[in-house]
């Protein structure tokens, strides 16, 4: 490894809080994405099924 | 054909000259915005003049994509339009003479005016010409890209700034190349490369931009 | 004739909608075992830069952002242009789902960008090609966007869109063009991020894995957002009744 130890990693050479502030961002931005569609995806067959129940109420 | 495509162009300018208001309002925020360069930056002289291209540039851009509904919209409203997609004459080619004589109308004037606010910010005098050239160059190129994003957004709300979300983008190259020749010729290089790249892009959307707005306005109009 | 697999089966949401929930899967793994590589070859293989320090690890996700923020338009820009040309509702799905998924990398782009750029060029923002013209396809993607979500009608929206992306995909060019020309002229603003470290084979290897790594998690999320897409606009068909019922 090329890092002494854990401190060494998590410093990065006194730049920690923009290699940490980049990678973790984006992180969220790619949870939230993945998130975000599941919840699209949850309202989407939500709608399926109340149109389908609607459409079968009125006959 | 020739026929069809004057009436189309005397007709847009008559109902403009009989809405004058739409005409002059657009050059007055022309004249208004560049006026609130200095306003916000302080008067100082070496720098009035150092942004005086950029100025003017972005100001003639907001002030077109003002402007830019008025291509499609009244004649939208009153259904002339779809008596236009029915007719005989290819749309391209009328898309291309309304253009046109939507710059006539909202274009020429801040050419003409340009010379005159350049001053205003002590625009050295015998680089005025370049400056003008840009304009002239530039604003068809403005009013043929914003004729796409005029007839993409027919009839949607928000119109207005959909629209400069969309068209600004778009502008950003006429601007460089626009403001750059001026600024360039300021700076002893001369401005030739930009212009004739201007030149280049006019004729690149004079081809294809009335086709990619006849297109969009099918699909609006749909 | 019976050979080999008939792709036209696909053109159908109704025959996608299960292909592609398979692909979800196989793409988001794929992706989270590329993105795993890609880190570890980027935080314990790659040597530290001579001149930049550690800072210089961003690039592993500026530099595989902004491709894929390119590449995601052109790509948005063929589908919606297929559809335009021939008239098949998948491909405007297609172009409306990878959208949003664009706009986030370029958007991450920008962002990495920034953090990059204050440490070692000390300006939160630098005005140089790459990142102007980043802004700058921020915009159409958000034009995009907003222009597809202020049509009603979906049809009227994907060819709307598509118009809007084509005449796009031709301008990123001419715009990124003008503004290295722009960049290059006013030498005031001649640091580049372009420049920076001079490349071992380590930091490319790692730039190209986590390429990968976002390719195949772009894959997945468009996916995953056309199958939504398909739910929300085919509501009514048999098909979609019966994946609903099904899936509890």
């Not at chain 2, 290819?90 to 003479?97: D, E, F, H, I, N």
């Not at chain 3, 063009?177 to 722009?182: E, G, L, P, R, T």
Request: some cysteine; overall charge positive; hydrophobic content about 60%.
């Amino acid at each position: 490894m090329i890092w002494g130890s854990w401190e060494n990693f998590l410093a990065m050479g006194g730049y920690a809080s923009y290699v940490w502030g980049s990678y973790l961002v984006t992180l969220a931005l790619l949870i939230a994405e993945i998130v975000l569609l599941a919840l699209r995806r949850r309202g989407a067959i939500e709608g399926v099924r109340s149109r389908n129940a609607a459409s079968q109420g009125k006959r | 054909m020739t026929a069809a495509l004057r009436c189309v162009i005397v007709r847009d300018l008559l109902l403009a000259a009989r809405r004058s208001s739409d005409v002059l309002t657009v050059l007055l925020f022309f004249v208004i915005v560049v006026s609130l360069f200095p306003l916000g930056i302080g008067p100082e002289p070496a720098l009035l003049r150092t942004i005086a291209p950029g100025a003017i540039w972005v100001a003639a851009l907001l002030a077109s994509m003002l402007a830019l509904p008025r291509i499609f919209a009244s004649d939208h409203a009153d259904g002339t339009l779809e008596q236009i997609l029915l007719g005989a004459t290819p749309l391209g080619m009328t898309v291309a003479a309304k253009v046109f004589a939507h710059w006539l109308v909202s274009g020429l004037p801040l050419v003409l005016i340009s010379p005159v606010l350049a001053l205003q910010f002590d625009f050295p005098q015998e680089l005025l010409g370049v400056l003008t050239l840009s304009l002239a160059l530039g604003t068809p190129i403005l009013s043929l890209i914003g004729a796409i994003g005029a007839a993409l957004t027919l009839g949607l709300r928000g119109g207005g700034a959909l629209l400069s979300l969309l068209v600004l983008p778009l502008y950003v190259p006429v601007l460089i190349m626009g403001a750059g020749s001026a600024e360039a010729a300021a700076a002893g290089i001369g401005g030739q490369a930009q212009l004739f790249l201007l030149g280049a892009l006019l004729v690149f959307a004079g081809a294809f931009a009335p086709w990619a707005a006849a297109v969009a306005l099918r699909i609006s109009m749909e | 004739m019976n050979a080999g697999i008939n792709w036209f089966k696909y053109s159908s949401p109704q025959t996608f909608f299960p292909l592609a929930g398979k692909l979800v899967l196989c793409f988001g793994v794929l992706s989270a075992i590329a993105c795993a590589a890609g880190l570890y070859l980027g935080f314990f293989v790659a040597p530290t830069d001579a001149q930049q320090g550690e800072a210089y690890r961003i690039i592993f996700i500026h530099v595989p952002a902004a491709w894929m923020s390119m590449f995601l338009y052109v790509v948005m820009a063929f589908w919606a242009g297929w559809g335009l040309a021939f008239n098949t509702r998948l491909s405007g799905m297609m172009a409306s789902a990878i959208a949003p998924t664009g706009a986030l990398f370029t958007f991450v782009a920008l962002w990495t960008g920034s953090l990059w750029g204050k440490p070692t060029w000390g300006t939160w923002w630098v005005w140089d090609a790459r990142l102007t013209s980043e802004l700058i396809l921020l915009f159409l993607y958000f034009g995009f966007m907003a222009l597809q979500a202020a049509i009603d009608d979906a049809r009227r929206a994907d060819k709307a869109g598509a118009v809007l992306a084509l005449v796009g995909v031709v301008n990123v060019p001419i715009i990124y063009f003008s503004v290295k020309w722009w960049n290059t002229l006013h030498q005031g603003a001649s640091v580049s991020l372009t420049k920076s470290p001079t490349m071992a084979a380590t930091m490319l290897t790692g730039m190209a894995v986590m390429a990968f790594g976002f390719w195949f998690y772009s894959i997945a999320a468009s996916f995953a957002r056309a199958r939504c897409i398909m739910l929300e606009r085919e509501r009514a068909s048999d098909w979609a009744a019966g994946y609903a019922k099904g899936s509890a």
